[in-house]
């Protein structure tokens, strides 16, 4: 019995990329997300790293501004600053880089759900009545709850689609 070797000339193309879906984004959330917000984190995470007492003494009013941190408190907050900077670089330099609708939401939706997580974490410092009596707020509380409200709003905001085309098409049309 004879068998010829079945040679399967299948040419496979390798799958062509997702092309990115085309969006305008109304000024308010490019200016927030790519500028604004990176630039605010950075701020962060100078503070949490070459300023730690000050950062610490506006995070509990509470705590005594010390030259002397505790090695512990010094790491987490080297750890802190460094996810702000990974948080500031990655907002400010994937979202330029894509046009996909998608990324966007995906992103900005992990975003949303570290901002519960941000202001759930003072509570111990602010207490309830912290949460909305903003004539008692300092400098971190601004940071803490203030703008990450703002922060907040403007992803729910997109999320839901405020200011988006509510059709999207491929390939750049409208």
């Known amino acids: 019995l004879h068998t010829r070797p079945h040679h399967h000339h299948t040419t496979t193309m390798p799958p062509k990329p997702a092309t990115p ?23 962060g995470a100078y503070f949490a790293y070459f300023q730690p007492s ?34 500031s670089i990655t907002e400010a330099l994937l979202l330029r880089t894509t046009a996909d609708l998608a990324v966007w939401r995906v992103f900005l939706f992990a975003l949303l759900v570290a901002d519960v997580g941000h202001v759930w974490s003072v509570r111990e410092a602010v207490g309830w009545e912290g949460y909305w ?9 601004w940071g803490n709850l203030g703008f990450v409200y703002v922060a907040a709003a403007l992803r729910v905001a997109f999320l839901a689609g405020v200011g988006l085309p509510t059709k999207v098409k491929g390939k750049g049309k409208k």
Request: hydrophobic fraction near 50%; avoid cysteine.
């Open 133 to 141: 009596k903003v004539w008692g707020w300092n400098a971190m509380d």
């Open 54 to 87: 000050s950062y610490l003494s506006l995070t509990t009013p509470l705590t005594p501004l010390s030259a002397v941190i505790p090695p512990s408190t010094a790491i987490v907050l080297q750890q802190l600053a460094n996810l702000y900077l990974l948080l």
């Open 21 to 43: 879906t085309s969006f305008r984004l109304p000024l308010i959330y490019t200016t927030f997300f790519l500028t604004i917000e990176p630039l605010s984190t950075l701020l």
